[in-house]
T-cell receptor
Framework: EDQVTQSPEALRLQEGESSSLNCSYT??????LFWYRQDPGKGPEFLFT???AGEEKEKERLKATLTKKESFLHITAPKPEDSATYLCAVQGPGGYNKLIFGAGTRLAVHP | DGGITQSPKYLFRKEGQNVTLSCEQNLNHDAMYWYRQDPGQGLRLIYYSQIVNDFQKGDIAEGYSVSREKKESFPLTVTSAQKNPTAFYLC???????????????FGSGTRLTVV
């Protein structure tokens, strides 16, 4: 069964303290792995798509990497405005664009 | 600007009442989805539609119904048969597989439904 597990569930960082969020997945035939940011009471916003092992994408303080079994979202020198829930999702080989989501990591960055 | 509009933002349902959540998109996307989000759980798929006048059950369809009469619209009805409807509901859309962009889904801003 296709599955996505994110860890940790919650992470508290001091401003400037770099860290990584993990997304482990099992899917037969990965077509894409997606990272989204979700602020409280709002819909998820797209961050990155990764398609193959070894691929990396960067945006400001965020960098996403992908292996055959997991993806990491690295946050370098975070700021309080980076506080949000980060969701990971995978897309398998199904006949439609179904995404399977993890439960997310709640990140809190304190000044 | 293109996007997805969900309304209302907050909705209160009485016991035994059916309520309908609205979802409209102007992205010209063929596929639309409804997800339910509960604290500590991942998004769970309720229904999806790949084309007009066609829709399929997702993982937790019991107690919900949908229609897809127009490409732009995919309303979700929460019926009285749904025993635990209090949750955050998200609508999303995507291009067809062959036209896949690299964004996966575009999401609406959500509707928070509470049973009173």
């Amino acid at each position: 069964e296709d599955q996505v597990t994110q860890s940790p569930e919650a992470l508290r960082l001091q401003e400037g303290e770099s860290s990584s969020l993990n997304c482990s997945y099992t899917v037969s035939g990965l077509r894409g792995l997606f990272w989204y940011r979700q602020d409280p009471g709002k819909g998820p916003e797209f961050l990155f798509t990764l398609y193959s092992a070894g691929e990396e994408k960067e945006k400001e303080r965020l960098k996403a990497t992908l292996t055959k079994k997991e993806s990491f979202l690295h946050i370098t020198a975070p700021k309080p405005e980076d506080s949000a829930t980060y969701l990971c999702a995978v897309q398998g080989p199904g006949g439609y664009n179904k995404l399977i989501f993890g439960a997310g990591t709640r990140l809190a960055v304190h000044p | 600007d293109g996007g997805i509009t969900q309304s209302p933002k907050y909705l209160f349902r009485k016991e035994g009442q059916n309520v309908t959540l609205s979802c409209e998109q102007n992205l010209n996307h063929d596929a639309m989805y409804w997800y339910r989000q509960d604290p500590g759980q991942g998004l769970r798929l309720i229904y999806y539609s790949q084309i007009v006048n066609d829709f399929q059950k997702g993982d937790i369809a019991e107690g919900y119904s949908v229609s897809r009469e127009k490409k732009e619209s995919f309303p979700l009805t929460v019926t009285s048969a749904q025993k635990n409807p209090t949750a955050f509901y998200l609508c999303a859309s995507s291009a067809r597989q062959r036209q896949q962009t690299n964004y996966g889904y575009t999401f609406g801003s959500g509707t928070r439904l509470t049973v009173v």
